[in-house]
């Protein structure tokens, strides 16, 4: 079973920055894209950031401008940078990935901007 996990969360002041990674269990070349969603208290949850296979990324228009999908492939990690960060960023950020046989999860991460 793929196992994804997250670090990176935490408090930080608008206008700050915040490194999330999503380590997983094998080799992220199995997946057809990863990524992140987020989901803040009473919303739903939504795309944040993609990065296919072939190293293409898509943004939500909240993030574009401001968030950098990328990974490293040595170490099957994904990562997102997120910059300029703003109080409407706070939420439980997961990752995903995504292959053929369906999509796995990770447990989470919090990200609070608060001042």
């Known amino acids: 079973q793929v196992q994804l996990v997250e670090s990176g969360g935490g408090l930080v002041q608008p206008g700050g920055s915040l490194r999330l990674s999503c380590a997983a269990s094998e080799s992220i070349f199995n997946f057809n894209a990863m990524g992140w969603y987020r989901q803040a208290p009473g919303k739903r949850r939504e795309l944040v950031a993609g990065i296919l296979s072939s190293g293409a990324t898509n943004y939500a228009d909240s993030a574009k401008g401001r968030f950098v999908a990328s990974r490293d492939d040595a170490k099957n990690t994904v990562y997102l940078q997120m910059n300029s960060l703003k109080f409407e960023d706070t939420a439980v950020y997961y990752c995903?990935?995504?292959?053929?046989?369906?999509?796995?999860w990770g447990r989470g991460t919090q990200v609070t901007v608060s001042s």
């Open positions: 995903y990935g995504r292959q053929v046989t369906g999509t796995s």
